[in-house]
């Protein structure tokens, strides 16, 4: 059974920095597309960052763009989300995907999703 785990979030200042990590068990996961959406409360779940699968193409949100990073490990089957500058806008519960192939931004695409881990940052 495929499992997205989440961890790494937390209560920061603007301007601060925190890193996302999503474990997946269950599976070989080196040639799937990994992806970190997120979902503030009241807003649909949006489109983050994603990262291809053996080549490690990446592609970003405008709104992220310059701020943050995503990598992967497939020896760990665990992909990061590196968010530097961070914005009080930037709140909102973070989830990682995994899907079969190519990477998008369309979070119907996803077949696999981690439970979320929350991202709060204060001004």
């Known amino acids: 059974q495929v499992q997205l785990v989440e961890s790494g979030g937390g209560l920061v200042q603007a301007g601060g920095s925190l890193r996302l990590s999503c474990a997946a068990s269950g599976g070989t996961f080196s040639n799937y597309a990994r992806a970190w959406f997120r979902q503030a409360p009241g807003n649909e779940r949006e489109f983050v960052a994603h990262?291809?699968?053996?080549?490690?193409?990446?592609y970003y949100a405008d709104s992220v763009k310059g701020r943050f990073t995503i990598s992967r490990d497939n020896a760990k089957n665990t992909v990061y989300l590196q968010m530097n500058s961070l914005k009080p806008e930037d709140t909102a519960v973070y989830h990682c995907a995994a899907r079969p192939g190519y990477g998008t931004t369309s979070r119907n695409a996803y077949n696999y999703w981690g439970q979320g881990t929350q991202v709060t940052v204060s001004s």
């Open positions: 990262i291809s699968g053996t080549a490690g193409n990446t």
